[in-house]
């Protein structure tokens, strides 16, 4: 059974930071596009931030640019989102997902076909 697992969310104050940490079981995602998602109440889920199976493309949204930094350890299959300068329009549900017979780093949420089961972020003013 493939799973992706997320951890690492919580409360903090703005100005604040997080780690979010990905891990992937079940088999590997070592060649496959893997990204961050989140969705705020009554939002439709957005894209955070992309990164191709090398690690060598990024793709960040206009919002969390300069402040969101995504990496990744394929041998841990894990992708991780360091999260720096937070918020409170950060505070949302943050899915991480895979993108199994992908390349690059694909922008649409619909090439993604597996998915974490969130965590929540919460940034307060």
């Known amino acids: 059974q493939v799973r992706l697992v997320e951890s690492g969310g919580g409360l903090v104050q703005a100005g604040g930071s997080l780690r979010l940490s990905c891990a992937a079981s079940g088999r590997t995602f070592s060649r496959s596009p893997m990204g961050w998602f989140r969705q705020a109440p009554g939002k439709e889920r957005d894209i955070v931030a992309v990164?191709?199976?090398?690690?060598?493309?990024?793709y960040y949204t206009d919002s969390v640019k300069g402040r969101f930094t995504i990496s990744r350890d394929n041998a841990k299959n894990t992708v991780y989102l360091q999260m720096n300068s937070l918020k409170p329009e950060d505070t949302a549900v943050y899915y991480c997902?895979?993108?199994?017979?992908?390349?690059?780093?694909?922008?649409?949420?619909?090439?993604?076909?597996?998915w974490g089961q969130g965590t929540q972020v919460t940034v307060s003013s």
């Open positions: 990164i191709s199976g090398s690690g060598s493309i990024k």
């Open positions: 997902a895979a993108d199994s017979d992908g390349s690059g780093a694909p922008r649409l949420r619909t090439l993604y076909d597996y």
